[in-house]
């Protein structure tokens, strides 16, 4: 995992680019939904809620204009939103934006895809902090039998899901 400053490092370098790319391509070109979203991410994991929510607010505004409101790029978007809408305690906006985005991951991609595992497997966390351990361990099951099949057992993430299975007993 990388350092606070390596990230703080990071953000600077895409916020530099961004700009850059705002000046070139005008503050509404879709290329920039992709930066805006790594951006949105490293707030995330700098602690920056407000930062990460607002960018990614915006990414998924432009990638949606772009794709469309059922397109996977969308869904990632919300994915990531709702992380956040979970680290900061809204836990039923956290699972609206989870269920979105599975549902548009599965219509797209199909019922076996990672991005419906990695769907899956967040909304098992925010079910689970809303104390419906029977629909999480329902939720985990199903990412857990996309990363076996797909990544295989011994992946870090297969690994990761595993051990959020296992704690639900």
């Given amino acids: 995992m990388a350092s606070k400053s390596d990230l703080r490092a990071q953000r600077d370098e895409l916020e530099r680019i961004i700009e850059e790319r705002q000046r070139l391509l005008g503050p509404d070109h879709p290329d920039l939904a992709f930066d805006l979203r790594d951006l949105g ?6 602690g920056e809620m407000m930062d ?14 772009t794709f469309g409101a059922e397109h996977p790029e969308t869904a990632t978007d919300i994915n ?4 956040v809408l979970h680290d ?5 906006a956290a699972c609206q934006a989870f269920e979105r985005a599975l549902a548009i991951d599965e219509a ?8 419906v595992a990695r769907d899956a497997n967040n909304l098992a966390g925010v079910l689970r902090d809303l104390g419906d351990c029977f629909s ?9 039998s996309i990363y076996m099949a797909r990544l295989g057992p011994d992946h870090p993430t297969t690994k990761s899901v595993a051990r959020n299975r296992a704690g639900l007993g």
């Fill in 88 to 92: 900061i305690g809204d836990l039923d």
């Fill in 108 to 115: 797209a991609l199909g019922r076996d895809h990672p991005n």
């Fill in 41 to 46: 991410r490293l707030s995330h994991e700098l």
């Fill in 80 to 83: 990531h939103l709702g992380l």
């Fill in 136 to 144: 999480a361990r329902e939720a985990l099951d199903w990412a857990l």
């Fill in 52 to 65: 990460a929510q607002s960018q990614l607010q915006r990414a998924l505004a432009m990638h949606t204009q």
